[in-house]
């Protein structure tokens, strides 16, 4: 969706998104409706009656999703930031020091030496990556906010089940188009108003 709406009018050198994490984040702003019970109920077709005994838990469950990610992201930018700054120091130490100080989790008996840090795909496959998701979640939670204040909904931001006219034209005209005419930071500001900050993830997960 996001390359099928970037302008293609432009020089082929700029039909590309504006950065890894405005792609992510695109994915996230969806994929996060299936725990948004207005989505639920306006496209799923599941009677609010039905829903609103379940509507604290599925916003419960959908922060602390994303609490859980944010914590385990940052051990993966952390880590990996102090890996290729010396690939030679220990490794099992360093991970197990990053997952105690984000993820708040006890060493396990008997990992030293085992090289669990290396489990993660990301390390070999996609290096030098992972942050994108963490600053996805902080651009999809800013579109969400931006795109809730004009619907006047009421209901936490969380909640926004991205109905209304105009919101696949909003995302193909002011996110998906530029490509790479704006560098993310004004792509970002452009399209939600601000420029890119934790402030909306912030909010959300509270």
Known sequence: VYYAGIDPSLPFNLRESAHAFTTEAVAMLLGAL???????????????????PFEPQLLEQRRREQLIFVRWGLVMLHFERALYADPDQDLDQLWYQLVARFQLLRTPE??????????????????????????????????????????????????????????????????????????????????????????????EVK
């Not at 948004?36 to 599941?46: C, F, H, K, N, V």
């Not at 942050?131 to 931006?146: D, K």
């Not at 809730?148 to 009421?154: D, K, L, T, Y």
């Open 110 to 203: 008997g990992r030293a030496g085992r090289g669990d840090w290396a489990a993660k795909p990301h390390f070999t496959i996609a290096p030098v990556y992972y942050h994108n998701y963490v600053l996805g979640e902080l651009y999809a939670a800013q579109l969400r906010a931006h795109l809730s204040r004009p619907a006047g909904s009421q209901a936490p931001a969380s909640d926004f089940a991205l109905s209304g006219d105009g919101l696949g034209a909003f995302l193909r005209d002011r996110v998906f188009a530029p490509g790479m005419t704006l560098g993310w930071p004004q792509l970002v500001e452009a399209s939600t108003g601000v420029p890119l900050s934790p402030a909306a993830f912030a909010a």
């Open 34 to 52: 299936a725990r948004s019970p207005g989505w639920l109920e306006r496209y799923a077709g599941i009677p609010r009656e039905q829903l609103a």
